[in-house]
C-alpha cells in the first residue's frame, strides 16, 4: 500500500485527482514508498472541527531512499509494481561495486520478515473552517549495514511532512505540502572533514543523503473545466564517505493543467510541464548536468 501522503491521489486506483503528472513528492511516493503495511485511524471531535490520528507497522521498504539517493528527484505518474525492480543511473567509483544497477522498493534486507517493522504516523485537523493541516511522519528503521545476496543494502531513512488544504472560496482550493528527510546507508568511515563532531557523529556512513521537496498547488473550478497550476521546488545533500557532492541536486517545476468532466463517466485532461534541475553525477552517463525539460500530455480517462 501506499502511505497516505499525498493530497494529489484519490481512488482505489491511487490516480491524480487535477493534473496527469504528480509532484516530485508524490512521483517519489509512488515509486520507492510502498510497504506492507497494517494501519488504524481514530478520530474524535475537537471543537468545531475534528481530529484524526492514523498509525502503521510496516515491513519490506528497507530499500527506500536508494532510488531518491541514486538517481535524485523525479516527476512522472508511473507506479512501481510489488516486485518489480527500478534501474538506477551509473554510480561513482566507490559505489559501483558496492550496489547493483537496480534496487526492489519492496524488499527486507536482512535475516526474517519483518525482523525491524518500520512505522509511520499521521495527524489530521480539520479546523472548522475550510482549512485542513496534517503532520505526517515515517521511519522505515532499516540497519543501513544489513546486505542481501544481490549487494542490495537497507536505507535507514525518515521523514517528516507538513500538508495542507484550503477551499477560501466555493469553487477554489490549494493545496500544499513540505517534506524533509534523511537517508542512511553502509559502514561508518571516520569523519575527514576539518571540524567533524567528536564521537558518533565524527564517522560518516558510506551514503548520508538530505532530501527536502515542497509544493503549492491552486485549483480553479467552472461547472465542467478546471484548471490547475503547481509549482515546487526540490533538492538533495549528499554528506557519505562514499557518495560526494557530484550527486548533489538542485532543481525547481512548473505545471499547468486542464481538466475537463466530460460525464460521471469520462474525463479529459491536458498538461504542459517544465522541470529544471541540476545534477553533475549525470555527466557520468555523458548526459549535461543541467536539464531543462518540456512535456505536453493530453490524456483522457474513463471510469466504471
Known amino acids: ?9 484519490e481512488g482505489a486506483d491511487w490516480h491524480v485527482a487535477d493534473t496527469v503528472t504528480p509532484s516530485a513528492i508524490n512521483s517519489w511516493i509512488g515509486e520507492e514508498v510502498r510497504p506492507a503495511a497494517v494501519e488504524a485511524s481514530v478520530e474524535a471531535p475537537a471543537g468545531s472541527g475534528r481530529l484524526t490520528a492514523t498509525a502503521a507497522l510496516f515491513a519490506a521498504n528497507d530499500t527506500s531512499g536508494a532510488l531518491l539517493a541514486f538517481r535524485g528527484w523525479a516527476l512522472h ?8 525492480r527500478q534501474p538506477l543511473p551509473k554510480l561513482n567509483e566507490e559505489m559501483e561495486y558496492l550496489q547493483p544497477r537496480f534496487t526492489h ?5 536482512g535475516p526474517g520478515f519483518a525482523a525491524r517493522p518500520g512505522f509511520y504516523g499521521r495527524l489530521t485537523w480539520e479546523t472548522g473552517l475550510p ?7 515515517y521511519d522505515n528503521r532499516a540497519d543501513p549495514e544489513a546486505v542481501n545476496e544481490d549487494m ?9 511532512q507538513l500538508a495542507a488544504v484550503a477551499q477560501p472560496t466555493k ?6 505540502q513540505a517534506m524533509t528527510g534523511h537517508s542512511l546507508m553502509g559502514y561508518r568511515q571516520e569523519g575527514e572533514e576539518e571540524g567533524e563532531a567528536v564521537g558518533e557523529y565524527a564517522q560518516r556512513r558510506w551514503v548520508d543523503h538530505r532530501f527536502r521537496a515542497a509544493y503549492l498547488l491552486v485549483r480553479q473550478d467552472w461547472d465542467s473545466l478546471s484548471l490547475t497550476a503547481r509549482g515546487e521546488v526540490f533538492d538533495g545533500r549528499q554528506h557519505g564517505s562514499y557518495q560526494g557532492k557530484d550527486d548533489d541536486e538542485d532543481g525547481w517545476a512548473l505545471t499547468a493543467a486542464g481538466k475537463w468532466r466530460i460525464n460521471s463517466s469520462f474525463e479529459a485532461l491536458v498538461e504542459l510541464l517544465h522541470v529544471r534541475s541540476r545534477r553533475e553525477a549525470r555527466e557520468r552517463d555523458g548526459e549535461a548536468a543541467t536539464q531543462h525539460q518540456n512535456q505536453l500530455q493530453a490524456v483522457m480517462r474513463a471510469r466504471w
Open 1 to 9: 500500500m501506499w502511505p497516505p501522503v499525498s493530497l494529489e491521489h
Open 77 to 84: 505518474d508511473r507506479k512501481t509494481l510489488a516486485f518489480r
Open 105 to 109: 522498493p519492496l524488499l527486507d534486507v
Open 131 to 137: 482549512l485542513r493541516l496534517e503532520l505526517f511522519g
Open 152 to 160: 542490495e543494502w537497507g536505507w535507514r531513512t525518515w521523514f517528516l
Open 171 to 176: 469553487h477554489m482550493e490549494i493545496k500544499a
